[in-house]
């Protein structure tokens, strides 16, 4: 059975136990996956923008990209 450490999740202050061997990686920072996307989402800044951008990619004719057609 693996070795588990007392650990305070840092978004909502809850005891939790994390196994020690995730603790050495840097992870068991948190009680719940709840917390840890609540977490990173404090960190990304929404964007929004008036005009969206869109590529050309997509509009081709399938015909001219046709591997097997005939010629």
């Known amino acids: 059975m693996p070795r588990m450490v007392e650990r305070k999740c840092e978004r909502c202050g809850l005891p939790f136990r994390a196994r020690a061997a995730d ?4 992870w068991g920072r948190f009680c719940s996956k709840s917390c840890k996307a609540g ?4 960190h990304q800044e ?3 923008s008036d005009t969206p951008t869109f590529s050309n ?11 097997n057609k005939d010629q």
């Open 23 to 26: 603790v050495k990686r840097g």
């Open 46 to 48: 929404r964007q929004d």
């Open 39 to 42: 977490a990173q989402a404090g």
């Open 57 to 67: 990619a997509h509009q081709f004719s399938n015909y001219d990209h046709d591997c």
